[in-house]
């Protein structure tokens, strides 16, 4: 297989979880090439190296310029010479927003939505369906590179130790009004605890909690265990919590090594986002929700006795 371009997301010289992820997988396809945004290449160069990527073409400092539109067209102007197999993009807001852009640029189609990638007659695309419950194959067959958008924890990501990879500049072009844009504030939502889908431990809450007020009890047991408080999307429709909570088909995907469902029913649609988890508890007072189909550990009990039985006994922090 030729050259995969992957797309890398990086903040002050820090990598992020999902481009690692797919680096760590575009390594086992061919010669791994990092395409980015920013001033911070050089400090990413390490880590980037170190899990598979040979080279790094960078835009720079893009002067507070929005990176959709300037590496969008910066890649398509390099498209051509450096002919990439493939271009794996995270799924998220960033990825979305350069692919969309290149796609538009290239005129070349996007499967989306992918958690696996296997070379098959050409590298192809694994898409869950239907809720997760079945999953399909696409891949190109024309002669443009394929722009694939990759779901977040489809690939383990781990060091392969390698050299820091090769920076290289790549011209932006004159954006026109688009590039008038700048972005001059970021607000980050504030938490204490570990990010959801990063965190061993996850506690998530559903609708058998009852009311909003109740939710406390999940986020006491995941501040005690270290961990970080998820959702279904029961309880983020009716504005409980942030849809930044939710967990499953339209939220996040997490693979901790904990999961614990209280008072959640496990429609599909939850249960595609967090059945990776290395070990799932669920409580949840009717013993055939269905859950427990994937449960390690069913407790059959009212969240409401059970969560302030279980703060009770890990005691105080
Ligand atoms: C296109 C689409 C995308 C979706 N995406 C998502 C998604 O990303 N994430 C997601 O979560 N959902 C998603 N859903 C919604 C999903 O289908 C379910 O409606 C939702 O997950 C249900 O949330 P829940 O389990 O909290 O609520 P319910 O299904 O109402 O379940 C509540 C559970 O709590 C139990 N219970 C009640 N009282 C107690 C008690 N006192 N103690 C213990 N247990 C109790 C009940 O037995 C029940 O099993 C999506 C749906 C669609 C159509």
Known sequence: M?????????????????TLELLTKARELGEVVAVHAGSDAEAAALQLGAYGASRVLSTGDLDGGLIGPALASALSGVIGEEAPQAILFGTTYGGRDVAGRLSVKLDAPVITNIVDLVDEDGLTGVEPVFGG?????????????GIFLVRPKSFVAESAGGDS???????????????????????????DG????????????????GEAEK???????????????GASRAIVDAGWVPYSYQVGQTGKVVKPDVYIAAGISGATQHMVGMKGSKTIIAINKDSEAPIFSIADLGIVGDVHKVLPALLEALGES
């Open 2 to 18: 030729g050259t995969i371009w992957v797309h890398a997301e990086t903040k002050n010289g820090e990598v992020s979880t999902i």
């Open 133 to 145: 419950t079945t999953n399909v194959r696409t891949r190109f067959t024309g002669e443009k590179v």
């Open 165 to 191: 990879a090769a920076v290289s500049m790549i011209a932006v072009p004159d954006l026109g009004n688009t590039g008038a844009a700048k972005v001059h504030n970021q607000f980050v939502e504030e938490s």
């Open 194 to 209: 570990p990010k959801l889908d990063e965190a061993s431990i996850v506690v998530s809450g559903g609708r058998g909690l």
């Open 215 to 229: 939710y406390h009890l999940i986020e006491d047991l995941a501040k005690r265990l270290g961990g970080a408080a």
